[in-house]
């Protein structure tokens, strides 16, 4: 059953030089329980999306969407009070660098009991044992010193961990995870990745994590949405995605990523071209420019979602019965 429904989401930001059109008509879904990805190369719109979601994004964008259905309740009929009060309470979200997310001038006490006074209705003392409570469960030690301490004075692992905290305190129905693991090493990485899969058991909450890290992706995702140019190219389950992909871009995604299990030494084959310019987005399909199968069709006329059976979904003239018919590369 889908926690979260959205039909034809826009989004776009009015800048002094044109309007950057970020997110353009998307449509999709996040069920009740699951662990979906969306990827894609910087730019693609995968933040944007679940921000417009959330109605986070400053006053120059302008969003749109035909519904915004999450768990029965219409968002885009909500005012600012009523979604302010969903934010933290049902839908919590670790944003992609802790450090600037955090706030410098509060402790980690302060900033963890906040949300629960504010949503919960907790007095003070209340809310730092539940404080103490979640800095136990993300793996932080002596939480107790750790509630008294600012967030300069953690490391990178340990502020992440703080804002994963913070994420959880209500208990929300959906967990966003916006590049959770950027700018921290591999080992504490694998322990972030660790973390947000055990919290995900025990709470038995959504959890929707961006990356541009497909390993992570493997990983952790039982379901996979593709983003290029705005726009939704490819949807599937991770077999769909990594043993069966059907969209160039897809191909070039998993072509860029070293593989060890093969035993071979051989160079990466990187995606030809630059990613398209927001302002001015191609007519057609958003990677025609850049794609080696391009037939004339796709520079003009943008490419419908063909359903492949399965929740497997590609936006590719290439599904065309009369599209030449071309090996995965």
Same mark, same amino acid.
């Given at each position: 059953m889908a926690l979260l429904e959205v039909q034809n989401l826009t989004t776009t930001f009015r800048i002094g030089v044109g309007t950057v059109q970020a997110v353009r008509g998307i449509s999709f879904h996040v069920n009740e329980g699951e662990f979906l990805g969306i990827v894609g190369e910087s730019g693609s719109g995968k933040s944007v999306t679940m921000l417009s979601v959330m109605h986070l994004l400053p006053d120059y964008a302008t969003i749109t969407a035909d519904s915004i259905l999450f768990d029965g309740v219409e968002m885009t009929e909500l005012g600012a009070k009523e979604l302010r009060a969903m934010h933290?309470?049902?839908?919590?979200?670790?944003?992609?660098?802790?450090?600037?997310?955090?706030?410098?001038?509060?402790?980690?006490?302060?900033?963890?009991?906040?949300?629960?006074?504010?949503?919960?209705?907790?007095?003070?003392?209340?809310?730092?044992?539940? %404080? +103490?409570?979640?800095?136990?469960?993300?793996? /932080?030690?002596?939480?107790? !010193?750790? =509630?008294? &301490?600012?967030?300069?004075?953690?490391?990178?692992?340990?502020?992440?961990?703080?804002?994963?905290?913070?994420?959880?305190?209500?208990?929300?129905?959906?967990?966003?995870?916006?590049?959770?693991?950027? %700018? +921290?090493?591999?080992?504490?990485?694998?322990? /972030?990745?660790?973390?947000? !899969?055990? =919290?995900? &058991?025990?709470?038995?909450?959504?959890?929707?994590?961006?990356?541009?890290?497909?390993g992570v992706i493997a990983s952790m995702c039982s379901r996979i949405i593709v983003m290029y140019g705005g726009t939704i190219c490819e949807e599937g389950s991770a077999t769909d995605i990594f043993y069966d992909p059907r969209h160039p871009y897809t191909w070039g995604l998993l072509r860029s990523v070293p593989k060890i299990s093969t035993g071979e030494h051989r160079k990466l084959i990187p995606i030809p071209g630059t990613p398209p310019d927001m302002l001015r987005p191609p007519e057609g399909c958003p990677f025609a420019p850049r794609c080696r199968h391009c037939m004339r069709i796709c520079r003009t006329v943008p490419p419908p979602q063909t359903d492949l059976g399965d929740g497997h979904r590609v936006a590719c003239h290439l599904m065309h019965p009369c599209a030449p018919k071309i090996d995965r590369e």
């Open positions: 933290g309470r049902d839908i919590g979200m670790v944003f992609q660098d802790p450090m600037t997310s955090l706030n410098p001038l509060f402790t980690v006490e302060q900033q963890l009991t906040e949300p629960l006074k504010i949503h919960l209705g907790m007095k003070k003392k209340e809310a730092r044992e539940k %404080a +103490l409570e979640l800095l136990n469960e993300v793996g /932080i030690p002596a939480p107790e !010193e750790r =509630l008294r &301490q600012y967030p300069h004075e953690l490391s990178g692992g340990m502020r992440q961990r703080v804002m994963i905290a913070m994420a959880l305190s209500c208990a929300p129905k959906m967990l966003i995870a916006d590049e959770p693991t950027t %700018a +921290l090493d591999v080992t504490i990485q694998a322990q /972030i990745l660790e973390l947000l !899969e055990a =919290l995900k &058991q025990k709470s038995g909450a959504s959890v929707v994590m961006i990356t541009h890290d497909l």
